[in-house]
């Protein structure tokens, strides 16, 4: 059993910065892929990034690529995703999410890959 609590969401204005961070439960964190997604009202939840368990291998959506960065500390059971540059767009609910697969399984990208789900923290940048 896992639990994920994100945390750092905020108001910010377009141009600024923000990090999330997602704490899990669990002596097998360091096993996970780790996730994060965004979904924005009316939306599906789209895929932000992902990374490895041992965060040799990032991945990222094209819309945020370059401005958001993943990283993990795997003894403190904390994943983090720094924001930069953000955008209006980039305004959602931010979910950290676990999944059994390898990164090399490469469906890291669809929500329903993961087997845990934090409940998300809100993100809004305004123009």
């Known amino acids: 059993q896992v639990q994920l609590v994100e945390s750092g969401g905020g108001l910010v204005q377009a141009g600024g910065s923000l990090r999330l961070s997602c704490a899990a439960s669990g002596r097998t964190f360091g096993s996970f892929l780790m996730g994060w997604f965004r979904q924005a009202p009316g939306k599906e939840r789209e895929f932000a990034g992902a990374i490895s368990w041992s965060a040799a291998n990032t991945d990222y959506a094209d819309s945020v690529k370059g401005r958001f960065t993943i990283s993990r500390d795997n003894a403190k059971n904390t994943v983090y995703l720094q924001m930069n540059s953000l955008k209006p767009e980039d305004t959602a609910v931010y979910y950290c999410?676990?999944?059994?697969?390898?990164?090399?399984?490469?469906?890291?990208?669809?929500?329903?890959?993961?087997?845990?789900w934090g409940q998300g923290t809100q993100v809004t940048v305004s123009s």
């Open positions: 999410a676990a999944s059994l697969l390898g990164y090399g399984n490469g469906r890291y990208r669809l929500s329903s890959s993961y087997n845990y």
